[in-house]
Every structure is written in structure tokens, then in C-alpha cells.
């Protein structure tokens, strides 16, 4: 088994993120689950971890929730500020984020967290 470190952004009540924890459970893998609704990122660990996805910071914002409607649809942020609004509001961050090394992916669906395994 490697030893490259493994992290799991993870939302309990979402049942992506439970599922993409069930399938590395599978595996026999067990990542650090950082339940951002609880421990929010960072401003800079949100710019690192979108380094990881290949994506800007805008693109990691769940434009459905009504958060994001109520007080950013109709703003115009810089990724910065995208990176400030979402670890002020980590509701707004999509789900699950699975960091595996210098790697990441969005588990939507949940079996994109195996491409980096």
C-alpha cells in the first residue's frame, strides 16, 4: 500500500461523500476526513487544493445551494474572493474533494475518487 497521504473533504449528510467514503473504505484505504462544515479550509488551503483539482476557485462553488443564490449569484468575486466567500461559507464548496498526493478530484460521481488510486 502506498504511502501517499490521503484526504477526504467530507459531508456526512451528503450521500455522495458517503459513498466515496464507503468506496475507499472498500479499498482498505482510509484517508483523513476533514469535515469542512466543521473545519473550514483556509483561504490559501482552498488556493492549494484547487492547484490539486486543475480549477479555479469559482468552479468549486455549488451554485444550487441557496446560499450562493441569496448572496453571490449576482456577484462578480475574483478567485480570491471566491476563496474568502468559501471558507467564510463552506456550505458553498462542492462535495466530496478527494486529495490523494499532489492530486485531486470532485467525487461527483462518487467513483471519480478511484481515477487517482
Same mark, same amino acid.
Given at each position: 500500500?502506498?504511502?501517499?497521504?490521503?484526504?477526504?473533504?467530507?459531508?456526512?449528510?451528503?450521500?455522495?461523500?458517503?459513498?466515496?467514503?464507503?468506496?475507499?473504505?472498500?479499498?482498505?484505504?482510509?484517508?483523513?476526513?476533514?469535515?469542512?462544515?466543521?473545519?473550514?479550509?483556509?483561504?490559501?488551503?482552498?488556493?492549494? @487544493?484547487?492547484?490539486?483539482?486543475?480549477?479555479?476557485?469559482?468552479? @468549486?462553488?455549488?451554485?444550487? &445551494?441557496?446560499?450562493?443564490?441569496?448572496?453571490?449569484?449576482?456577484?462578480?468575486?475574483?478567485? $480570491?474572493?471566491?476563496?474568502?466567500?468559501?471558507?467564510?461559507?463552506?456550505?458553498?464548496? &462542492?462535495?466530496?474533494?478527494?486529495?490523494?498526493? $499532489?492530486?485531486?478530484?470532485?467525487?461527483?460521481?462518487?467513483?471519480?475518487?478511484? &481515477?487517482?488510486?
Amino acid at each position: 500500500m502506498s504511502h501517499t497521504p490521503l484526504r477526504l473533504y467530507h459531508n456526512a449528510r451528503c450521500s455522495k461523500s458517503r459513498s466515496a467514503c464507503a468506496l475507499l473504505a472498500e479499498r482498505g484505504l482510509e484517508p483523513e476526513i476533514i469535515e469542512y462544515l466543521k473545519t473550514p479550509p483556509s483561504p490559501s488551503e482552498l488556493r492549494e @487544493l484547487c492547484a490539486k483539482l486543475g480549477i479555479a476557485p469559482s468552479a @468549486l462553488v455549488r451554485r444550487g &445551494e441557496a446560499l450562493f443564490q441569496e448572496q453571490f449569484a449576482q456577484q462578480t468575486l475574483t478567485e $480570491d474572493q471566491w476563496c474568502e466567500a468559501l471558507s467564510a461559507h463552506p456550505i458553498l464548496i &462542492e462535495r466530496p474533494v478527494f486529495v490523494c498526493g $499532489d492530486r485531486a478530484v470532485i467525487g461527483r460521481p462518487p467513483e471519480r475518487v478511484l &481515477e487517482l488510486l
